[in-house]
């Protein structure tokens, strides 16, 4: 069975940083392109930003030059570290393996505000 669990969202203040984690099992995580994606009430998912077997990382511009994409093939976990952050990227935010086969985290709040 397989399984992507999120963690560390929560509140926090604009200009503020969290770092989320997903734990993955079930899967040959070592393989597999992994990313996070938010969503917010109304609008479709949107990528955030991914990383392949291999360590290349893409981001969306939303991201660049604010979040931090990694992964840890011994520990089966990708984490995103978002920095700078700001009241728009409240969303729920999604770990996601993408590649070879797509699995889909249950996701985690993300609230920005003061």
């Known amino acids: 069975q397989v399984q992507l669990v999120e963690s560390g969202g929560g509140l926090v203040q604009p200009g503020g940083s969290l770092r989320l984690s997903c734990a993955a099992s079930?899967?040959?995580?070592?393989?597999?392109?992994m990313g996070w994606y938010r969503q917010v009430p109304g609008k479709q998912r949107e990528l955030v930003a991914n990383?392949?077997?291999?360590?290349?990382?893409y981001y969306t511009d939303p991201a660049k030059g604010r979040f931090t994409i990694s992964r840890d093939n011994a520990k089966n976990t990708v984490d995103l570290q978002m920095n700078n952050l700001k009241p728009e990227d409240t969303a729920v935010y999604y770990c996601s393996a993408e590649a070879p086969f797509s699995y889909w985290g249950q996701g985690i709040q993300v609230t920005v505000s003061s």
């Open positions: 990383i392949g077997p291999g360590g290349r990382d």
């Open positions: 079930g899967i040959i995580f070592s393989i597999y392109t």
